[in-house]
Structures are given as structure tokens and as C-alpha cells.
């Protein structure tokens, strides 16, 4: 059971609606702004990121090892994002996990970077 004190603080900042709608409309923001840039980088298959805080993004097009992918973006440009391989044993290396609950100015330099990398990877 957590302590008392942190469950009053949570009901506290539940009665903070303007922060809480401030938040929504930041990822909500995000989301769209993530979709639409990878899209544009020809990460297409997307699920559906209904009530969730990130994308599900299909990167097979680009490896076999999502895990390693992710380890080199993250050695190259300080983007971390998480292997599909921590949500689906069989697919999931295939797939990576991008949170965008974070600022939209991060948003958009993750966005920077990613393309970045993946121009310099294709003329590798």
C-alpha cells in the first residue's frame, strides 16, 4: 500500500486540471508531429497509439536488430528509444518503442537527429 502522504499528493494534483490538460495537449502535439516525421523518413507502419504515450514503429525496413539499431542511434545522436524486442518476443525485433511524453522542443530535435542519422546511414 503506498503511504499516505504520497496518495494525498496525488489526489492534490488531480484537482490541477489546467496542468493536466496542458500535458494532454502537448502529447497529443507530439504525437502528431512524430507520426507525420516519420512518415516523411519511411517509418510507416505505425500502430495505433490510442491512450498510450508513444509510438510502436515498424523499422524493419531498416534492420533485423532493433536492439542494436536502437543502441547505435542512441552511440551516434544521444536518441534513446527501446527495442521492440521488451513488448513482443516473436516481431519484436522488427519494431522500436518512442515515447513522445517528453517537451516538444525534444520532440522536435529527436526528430532532427533521427533523420540526420538515417541520411548519413544511407550513404554508408
Avoid at 499516505?4 to 489546467?18: C, G, I, N, P, R
Avoid at 495537449?25 to 516519420?38: F, G, I, P, V
Avoid at 514503429?57 to 527495442?83: I, K, M, P, Q
Avoid at 521492440?84 to 526528430?111: K, N, P, Q, W, Y
Wanted: aromatic share 8%.
Amino acid at each position: 500500500m503506498p503511504p499516505t502522504l504520497s496518495q494525498h499528493v496525488a489526489l492534490a494534483a488531480m484537482d490541477e486540471t489546467a496542468e493536466l490538460e496542458s500535458h494532454v495537449e502537448t502529447y497529443a502535439r507530439n504525437r502528431s508531429l512524430l507520426a507525420d516525421a516519420l512518415a516523411g523518413l519511411g517509418i510507416e507502419r505505425i500502430a495505433p497509439p490510442d491512450g498510450a504515450f508513444y509510438l510502436y514503429a515498424d523499422v524493419g525496413d531498416f534492420t533485423r536488430d532493433s536492439l542494436a539499431w536502437c543502441r547505435e542511434l542512441l552511440d551516434a545522436t544521444g536518441v534513446a528509444l527501446n527495442t521492440g524486442r521488451d513488448f513482443d518476443g516473436a516481431h519484436g525485433d522488427r519494431f522500436v518503442r518512442i515515447s513522445f511524453a517528453v517537451s516538444t522542443a525534444e520532440v522536435l530535435r529527436a526528430i532532427e537527429c533521427l533523420d540526420a542519422w538515417l541520411r548519413r546511414r544511407k550513404r554508408a
